[in-house]
């Protein structure tokens, strides 16, 4: 089973980041959402359109930066021109101190390495990864028109139950895809899906494997005698929090509560980032999105609180079993839900480190 680390997590670890953590306590006040609109079916300008030009500039000797497209606390993405061939790329160049910092720009070599290897649909294409001694490392990948998911609920607040089973059965197949090639991604949440614009109909694309972890890679982490949590606290698994091993499961737990903000317009636990936050999602369970949003079908209730379950071994055992349920609410919205036996749902440490992080959180309540 892969591990993060295994360095003793201390309890200032807790507090600082890859994620720097805040003691937070009190939540915000609830918002009722709106009814949405169907965004899949409304035109949205690419991403493109809110681009910056900078000078030109080509890397690796073929690839011509034209605009920068978004950027990251880590790299900037450029729309570019493959000097061989002429056709439009993204090249994804890391900033100067991720570049320097030998953490960062291994997780990012490493991730965009496993990236190439996942061909499939619902997983953006890198087409090259370079290193080269005289600038910083950058990745080649397909370019895509459209907008990510955290922009989208932007825009409309909260998506239709129908859209929402659409695009989380496209994501659960990246996913699927990239498990099968033994990689995690550990950082599912919306600003990696991205919807893409075409003649087809649209589908969504997984991005971002920078804080993936990759079969047979050291921890890069590791390797430089450093601690760093990888992912977005917000979507983190229990396991992914304490340290112990991750697998495909918590990329389910992730998906889950991508596809409670998506149906509500919310986060489960929505705090800033502290110990008050990792503690809900060590120990707290997710509501159902019913809670917050009336009238939706109690298979989507099941489903978000079964992806969701503290203990792995509560939740769907991998993404092909979420796709059956995400089929079987696709085609019969209304019918209710299989009746489950009530189980206690609580995550156990699995390690020392584990046992010693949950201590930690515990005490800082």
Request: proline share 10%.
């Amino acid at each position: 089973m892969p591990r993060l680390s295994s360095h003793p997590l201390p309890v200032e670890a807790l507090r600082c980041s890859a994620l720097r953590y805040i003691y937070e306590t009190t939540p915000p006040a609830p918002v009722t959402a709106p009814r949405p609109r169907t965004p899949l079916a409304y035109p949205t300008p690419p991403s493109e359109v809110r681009a910056a030009a900078v000078p030109r500039r080509i890397v690796g000797g073929r690839y011509e930066l034209e605009q920068a497209i978004d950027a990251g606390g880590t790299a900037v993405i450029h729309r570019a021109r493959d000097l061989a061939t002429g056709e439009e790329r993204a090249v994804k160049l890391l900033k100067d101190h991720a570049a320097s910092d030998p953490i960062l720009r291994d997780c990012f070599l490493a991730g965009a390495r496993a990236a190439m290897g996942v061909n499939h649909p619902n997983v953006v294409r890198v087409l090259a990864v370079s290193a080269p001694d005289d600038e910083p490392p950058f990745a080649v990948m397909e370019l895509l028109r459209g907008e990510p998911l955290d922009q989208m609920l932007a825009r409309e607040r909260r998506l239709l139950p129908d859209i929402v089973v659409r695009l989380a059965r496209d994501a659960a197949h990246g996913l699927a895809a990239a498990h099968a090639a033994g990689i995690v991604h550990l950082d599912v949440k919306p600003e990696n899906l991205f919807w893409v614009h075409d003649d087809r109909g649209g589908s969504l694309k997984i991005l971002d494997f920078d804080l993936a972890w990759v079969p047979g890679v050291e921890d890069p982490a590791e390797r430089h005698g450093r601690l760093m949590l990888r992912g977005t606290a917000k979507y983190m698994a229990p396991e992914q929090i304490l340290g112990d091993p991750v697998d495909a499961r918590t990329d389910v737990y992730a998906l889950g509560v991508v596809l409670f903000r998506l149906l509500t317009g919310q986060l489960p636990f929505d705090l800033e980032l502290g110990t008050t936050l990792l503690r809900h999602h060590v120990s707290s369970p997710v509501p159902p999105p019913s809670w917050l949003v009336d009238g939706l079908d109690p298979r989507l209730d099941a489903l978000v609180v079964r992806a969701t379950k503290k203990d792995p071994s509560n939740r769907y055992s991998s993404m092909a079993a979420l796709l059956a349920d995400l089929d079987a609410v696709g085609l019969e919205l209304a019918a209710p839900p299989p009746s489950e036996p009530a189980s206690a749902d609580r995550y156990a440490p699995r390690s020392d480190r584990a046992r010693e992080a949950a201590r930690a959180l515990e005490s800082a309540a």
